[in-house]
C-alpha cells in the first residue's frame, strides 16, 4: 500500500488544508477543499469515521477496499467480545481480533475495542457464575485482553449497556450487576490499570432522547463517576434509529453529557431504510458538538448489517454509495474547521464575561452545576491581533477544587493553552474545560496572549 492511499495520511493532509485556511475566507476555502472520503471529510474537523468490522470479511476485496477507502476507525463487531476472546475460562483467543486490530493498524486506521464487560456474547463458561467467583473472573478478563491490546486501542467500550429499558433508569439485572452495584466503576478502574493510554467509555442503545428515563440514569452515573474520580473518557451512542432517524433532541443529549467532561461519540450507527435526511441530521448532531470525536457505522454494506432486512447502512450490497452515504459526505465537508466550531447550547444557567478585549484576547465562562460540583466551559477568543499562545487567569469560588481538566494546562490560577489550541487568529476561538467540586462560579481576572 502506498502511503497516499492510507486514509489517517490523507486524512491529516485534509486537515492541514483546511487549519491553514482559518482566518482569512474559511467557507471559501473550506468548501473548495471539499474532501471525498467519509474519512478524510471527518478529519476536517478533528473527527474519525469509522465502521464495524468482521474478520472474515477481510478476504472479500470488495469489502477491503471500501474499508481502506473510506474509514479512519474501525470496530471488530464480534472478535473482541468476551465468548470469542476468552472462550474458555482463562485460555485466551486472540486470532479474529488481531486480524482485523493487524489490518487496521496497517491501514493507517485507528481502533474503538468492543467490549470488555457485557451481558451478551459472554462465553458459556461465564453465563454460569455468579458473585465473587464472577468478579473476579471478569476482572481477570478485563485486565488480560485490555492488557493484549495495550498501546493499541483508541477507546474501549469498558461496559456495553448496563441500563434497563423503560421507565425505571436503573441498571438492567444480569449476572454481572449481581455482583454488585459497584461493578461497573471496577470495571473501568481495572481497564485503566490494564491499558493507561486507552480511552475508556460507557456505551449503550436508547440513551439518544434526552428525556428518555435511560439516558436519563447514564448521565447520573456518569456525572457521578466523574464528580468522585473514577476513569470513565467516553460516552458512546450506539445511534441503532428506525426509520425517522435520530430524536429532535439528540444533539442536546450530546451537548449535555460532553459538559460532564467526557467526549461522545456515535459507535454502532445505522438507520432502517437509511433516509439521506435523517442520516445527515444525525451527523449534524455531532458535528455541533466539539467533544463529540466520531462516527462509526456499524458495518460497510447493507449486506454486512445485523440489520440487512432494513437496508440501514451507507453502501448498498454491491458497495455501491447510496444517498445518505452522500448525505453524509456534504454533512462533513460542511461542518466548520477544528478550532472555529461553533459551540451549542448545553443547559447553561450563568455566563460570566471579562472586560472587553482591549488587549490579546477575552474569555467568558459557561458553567453547568450540580449540588456539589460543577463543569466550566471557558471560551477565549483572540482580539486584534493573531496568537501563537494564551494565558486565563480565573479566580475560582471559595473551596472549589479542580479535579479534572481538557484541552488546557493549569498552574494556580493560571490556564494555558496546550501545542494545538495556542495559534488563534483574529477573532477565533477555541475553548476548553474543566471539573470541580463545590459551588459558585468562576471567574475571569485577565487574558493575555503573544
Ligand atoms: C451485534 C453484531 O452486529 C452481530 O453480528 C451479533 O450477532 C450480535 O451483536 N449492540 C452492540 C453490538 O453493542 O455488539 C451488537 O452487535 C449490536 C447491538
Known amino acids: 500500500m502506498t502511503s497516499s492511499s492510507i486514509p489517517a495520511l490523507r486524512a491529516a493532509a485534509a486537515a492541514t488544508v483546511s487549519v491553514v485556511a482559518v482566518g482569512a475566507v474559511v467557507l471559501t476555502a473550506h468548501t473548495a477543499s471539499a474532501a471525498t472520503t467519509l474519512g478524510a471529510s471527518a478529519a476536517q474537523s478533528g473527527r474519525y469515521f ?24 474501525v470496530t471488530p463487531e464480534n472478535e473482541m467480545k468476551s465468548d470469542a476472546t476468552e472462550p474458555q475460562q482463562g485460555q485466551f483467543s486472540y486470532g479474529n481480533a488481531d486480524r482485523i486490530v493487524n489490518h487496521a493498524l496497517s491501514a493507517g486506521m485507528r481502533i474503538r475495542g468492543h467490549n470488555l464487560a457485557w451481558y451478551q456474547q459472554e462465553p458459556g463458561w461465564m453465563q454460569s457464575m455468579e458473585g465473587a467467583p464472577l468478579r473476579s473472573a471478569l476482572l481477570n478478563h478485563i485486565t488480560q485482553v485490555a492488557g493484549h491490546y495495550r498501546g493499541k486501542i483508541y477507546a474501549w467500550d469498558v461496559v456495553n449497556e448496563a441500563f434497563a429499558d423503560g421507565g425505571s433508569g436503573g441498571r438492567r ?10 461493578w461497573i466503576e471496577v470495571a473501568f478502574r481495572t481497564a485503566r490499570a490494564a491499558d493507561p493510554g486507552a480511552k475508556l467509555c460507557y456505551n449503550d442503545y436508547n440513551i439518544e432522547d434526552w428525556s428518555a428515563a435511560k439516558t436519563q440514569g447514564v448521565y447520573r452515573m456518569v456525572q457521578d463517576f466523574k464528580s468522585r474520580g473514577v476513569p470513565i473518557d467516553c460516552v458512546g451512542f450506539q445511534a441503532h434509529f428506525g426509520a425517522g432517524g435520530p430524536p429532535g433532541n439528540f444533539q442536546t443529549t450530546l451537548s449535555n453529557f460532553a459538559a460532564l ?11 432502517a431504510q437509511a433516509s439521506p435526511s435523517a ?3 444525525t451527523t449534524r448532531a455531532c458535528l455541533n458538538v466539539p467533544r463529540c470525536t466520531g462516527i462509526t457505522t456499524w458495518g460497510i454494506r447493507d449486506s454486512d448489517s445485523w440489520r440487512s432486512g432494513e437496508n440501514p ?51 467568558t465562562v459557561s458553567m453547568n452545576a450540580w449540588n456539589g460540583g460543577f463543569v466550566a466551559t471557558v471560551r477565549v477568543t483572540a482580539g486584534s491581533a493573531d496568537l501563537n499562545s494564551w494565558t486565563v487567569t480565573l479566580n475560582l469560588p471559595p473551596g472549589a477544587s479542580v479535579t479534572n481538566a481538557w484541552n488546557v494546562q493549569h498552574s494556580g490560577d493560571g490556564w494555558s493553552n496546550v501545542a494545538y489550541n495556542g495559534h488563534l487568529a483574529t477573532g477565533q476561538y477555541t475553548e476548553f474545560g474543566f471539573q470541580a467540586t463545590g459551588s459558585g462560579t468562576p471567574t475571569v481576572v485577565s487574558c493575555g496572549g503573544s
Open 50 to 73: 469509522g465502521t464495524a468490522v468482521a474478520a472474515f470479511k477481510l478476504s472479500d476485496a470488495t469489502y477491503t477496499s471500501i474499508l481502506d477507502r473510506e474509514f479512519t476507525m
Open 173 to 182: 439485572d444480569s449476572n454481572l450487576q449481581r455482583t454488585g452495584n459497584d
Open 261 to 271: 467532561g467526557v467526549d461522545v461519540q456515535l459507535t454502532e450507527l445505522d438507520i
Open 279 to 281: 442520516y445527515a441530521a
Open 313 to 363: 447502512l451507507l453502501f448498498d450490497g454491491n458497495g455501491t454509495k447510496k444517498a445518505a452515504y452522500t448525505s453524509v459526505l456534504d454533512a462533513l465537508n460542511g461542518a466548520p474547521p477544528v478550532s472555529t466550531t461553533p459551540t451549542t447550547p448545553t443547559t447553561t444557567p450563568t455566563t460570566t464575561t471579562s472586560a472587553p478585549p482591549p488587549g490579546a484576547c477575552s474569555a
